[in-house]
């Protein structure tokens, strides 16, 4: 798992957007082959749904060529 993943697990929006400050890849996949999303829609927690969900959309601006 990346520390989002973790922090995802810890429950903690204040972990997750601290995480995503850092400008990490909110997409990247554990070795389960699952998202940061895709592990937290199903905890239904729509905050940090929306955080992984706007970093994302940040994040692909930001790195697409």
Excluded: C, F
């Excluded at 890849?25 to 937290?40: F, R, V």
């Excluded at 905050?47 to 959309?57: E, F, G, H, L, P």
């Amino acid at each position: 798992n990346s520390l989002l993943h973790l922090a995802i697990l810890e429950k903690s929006p204040r972990m997750v957007k601290q995480m995503l400050n850092y400008d990490i890849e909110p997409t990247a996949k554990n070795i389960n082959g699952k998202t940061p999303l895709e592990k937290k829609k199903k905890k239904r927690e729509p905050k940090i749904v929306k955080m992984i969900t706007d970093a994302s959309q940040r994040w692909r601006k930001k790195h697409s060529p």
